[in-house]
C-alpha cells in the first residue's frame, strides 16, 4: 500500500496549489483520509480531511474557507485545492489515510498510512 503525493511547488502570497495524493495497493474508497502539514522546526498538524462515504469534510481553522479537501474514488486519489495561500502555509504536506472515519480525524497517531511529503513554499 501506498500513498504518492504531488503538486507542491513554489507560489506567491495569494497564489493557488493543487495537490494530489494518489493511492495504491488496494481501493481505498471507504478510508478516511486526511492531510497534515509540517513547518520547519514544528510539529505535523492537521490541515483537512474528507470522510468516506457521505464525503463531509473537515478543516483546520487556519486553512477554512481558502483551502478544499475533495476526493475521487475512482481515481484512489485525494486532492487538496490551496488558495489565497500566505507564507505561513509554508510546510511539507503529508497526506494520510486508514481505514475507518472517527471523531479522533485530526490526530496524527491515527492514521497508519502516510505520503511521503511534497514541500509548498509561499513566498511574500
Known amino acids: 500500500v501506498q500513498l504518492q503525493a504531488s503538486g507542491g511547488g513554489l507560489v506567491q502570497a495569494g497564489g493557488s496549489l493543487r495537490l494530489s495524493c494518489a493511492a495504491s495497493?488496494?481501493?481505498?474508497?471507504?478510508?478516511?483520509r486526511a492531510w497534515f502539514r509540517q513547518a520547519p522546526g514544528k510539529e505535523r498538524v492537521f490541515v483537512a480531511a474528507i470522510r468516506p462515504g457521505n464525503g463531509a469534510t473537515y478543516y483546520a481553522d487556519s486553512v477554512k474557507g481558502r483551502f478544499t479537501v475533495s476526493r475521487d474514488n475512482a481515481k484512489n486519489t485525494v486532492y487538496l485545492q490551496m488558495n489565497s495561500l500566505k507564507p505561513e502555509d509554508t510546510a511539507v504536506y503529508y497526506c494520510?489515510?486508514?481505514?475507518?472515519?472517527?471523531?479522533?480525524?485530526?490526530?496524527?497517531?491515527?492514521?497508519?498510512?502516510w505520503g511521503q511529503g511534497t514541500q509548498v513554499t509561499v513566498s511574500s
Open positions: 495497493g488496494r481501493t481505498f474508497s471507504s478510508y478516511a
Open positions: 494520510a489515510a486508514r481505514g475507518y472515519w472517527s471523531v479522533s480525524y485530526s490526530e496524527t497517531s491515527q492514521y497508519n498510512y
